[in-house]
């Protein structure tokens, strides 16, 4: 990635790590069909299945109960789909690649308070009325806001229920703690490209003994969960990535967070921060400038050569009010000004003080225009 450009959206996916990088190179250097038994078949199944390991190992799982997809929004579909719940009930903070699906599927919303936890009284009084068995869907932590779950006491609940618990860990690996054990979580999802690992790869992680009624037909790879060829190349820069962003973890969590508060420290006064009572990823600050719409101020930080997002930019790229924040009860005129700074890997002092430039910048424009 270009210097010139100011990276400051690692939620939206991490600049691939030069490792991940070197490993995505060899393995598209050569030639073989993972399911091949001839050699060449042979050592691209020893590439993936390095990589089953590396993965498994950053969230305390066994390898065999790992199973490659071409992302979390995928795995996160695989295990809703693949569950046998009876019912569905998902917070009402959950990534899009959750919500819609719960939509369709007539799934229960449980509520979130005024820093985006989950109300686990609500939570439980949900599971008391709901068909048996009801599979759980909460993110650990959320992409917008940065807020961590507290995932053990929701598996608390969802164990006195004999509920499934299906954890979006996808923005958390790497940032917090991710063990399926220590959460007791029957499901888990992971992604490559949150981590600096390359796109098109992600994984569902089974507990054991998590109930699995397979729904996709095929080849019968990944022992018959997810049908089709792996991507072998993207799954080994997968592994590596995943390795690293867990090996460096504390480190990397300490200096992101000296980076955040940094950044906080220099918004404008009138700055808004959501969830900054609640636990938080050390990389992530959600925010709003009172009187500028997102769309704009992402327009123009871009042409200031930074990039940022809004809370809630779809995939087509627009700009629309945040749920996560409506959920939370912040106003809407409130929440169609947030936007969202999150910093990774490579992000460096002189990164957070180019976009608090561009930003008090932005915000002084709108103070002139204010007073002509």
Not at 26 to 50: C, K
Request: aromatic share 4%; hydrophobic share 50%; net charge negative.
């Amino acid at each position: 990635m270009s210097r010139d450009l100011i990276y400051c959206d690692y939620n939206a996916g991490a600049p691939v790590r030069p490792e991940a990088a070197d490993a995505v190179a060899r393995a598209l250097s050569a030639a073989g069909n993972p399911s091949s038994v001839h050699g060449a078949g042979r050592r691209a199944r020893a590439l993936v299945e390095d990589a089953r390991e590396r993965v498994g190992a950053a969230v305390n799982a066994r390898p065999e109960n790992v199973v490659f997809t071409s992302g979390a929004t995928e795995a996160l579909h695989l295990a809703m789909q693949s569950a046998g719940a009876a019912s569905l009930i998902v917070s009402a903070v959950e990534h899009d690649a959750v919500s819609v699906q719960a939509e369709r599927a007539g799934a229960q919303i449980a509520p979130v308070d005024g820093d985006g936890c989950i109300v686990r009284e609500a939570l439980a009084d949900l599971l008391a009325h709901a068909a048996k068995p009801a599979l759980v869907v909460v993110q650990l932590a959320n992409n917008e806001t940065g807020i961590v779950q507290n995932i053990p006491a929701v598996a608390a609940i969802c164990r006195e229920h004999g509920a499934l618990l299906l954890v979006d860990a996808a923005q958390a690996l790497g940032r917090v703690a991710v063990d399926i054990a220590d959460m007791d979580a029957t499901y888990l999802v992971v992604s490559s490209y949150k981590i600096g690992g390359p796109s098109g790869a992600g994984a569902l992680v089974l507990n054991a003994g998590a109930p699995f009624v397979s729904t996709r037909f095929g080849g019968g790879q990944e022992r018959g969960r997810r049908p089709g060829t792996e991507n072998v190349a993207a799954i080994a820069g997968f592994g590596v990535a995943a390795e690293i962003a867990v090996r460096s973890q504390a480190e990397e969590s300490a200096r992101l967070a000296a980076l955040r508060d940094r950044f906080e420290d220099g918004l404008p006064n009138e700055a808004m921060v959501f969830g900054a009572a609640a636990p938080r990823m050390s990389n992530t600050s959600n925010f709003a400038l009172p009187g500028i719409a997102a769309e704009t101020a992402v327009i123009a930080m871009d042409l200031a050569g930074v990039a940022v997002s809004s809370g809630a930019a779809c995939s087509s790229g627009k700009v629309r009010s945040s749920r996560v924040l409506a959920a939370m009860g912040v106003r809407n005129e409130i929440a169609r000004a947030a936007l969202r700074v999150s910093f990774g890997w490579a992000s460096t002092q002189a990164d957070v003080d180019a976009c608090l430039d561009a930003l008090n910048k932005i915000a002084a424009r709108r103070t002139l225009a204010g007073a002509a």
